[in-house]
């Protein structure tokens, strides 16, 4: 989810964006409090395995949205999905890990958990 409710004047939905985050949540969306949480984005740079062609995780609509203007591939909307979390200052930490696929890094993972107990 982008903390963004449009971008290039299109309307992110949830779970693209919150532009129905009140809609959804009952609660106005509230960034100082969405900067708060400790975020990590990783992905390895060899990982095709993508929610977004599927039914049960975007509508059509969002679907081209992201398409469009983020791009076709997990590798291809990386740059840009960080360009957006840091100039809306989330709390994030970014690792793209290089030759890897769809695979999990349980040691990064716990240590980020551990870390932002």
């Known amino acids: 989810m982008l903390p963004l409710a ?3 004047g299109n309307n992110l939905r949830y779970p693209l964006g919150i532009s129905d985050f009140e809609q959804v949540t009952g609660k106005p969306f509230n960034q100082n409090e969405y900067n708060k949480v400790k975020l990590i984005h990783y992905l390895g740079d060899a990982d095709s395995n993508d929610a ?22 997990p590798i ?3 740059n840009l999905v960080n360009e957006i979390l840091r ?31």
């Open 6 to 8: 449009e971008y290039k």
């Open 87 to 117: 100039n809306n200052n989330a709390n994030f930490s970014s690792v793209l890990f290089p030759g890897v696929g769809h695979e999990m890094n349980t040691n990064l993972l716990i240590e980020f958990l551990n870390s932002n107990k």
């Open 52 to 73: 977004v062609p599927y039914q049960d995780a975007f509508e059509d609509e969002d679907r081209d949205i992201i398409y469009r203007l983020f791009g076709e591939t």
């Open 76 to 78: 291809s909307r990386w």
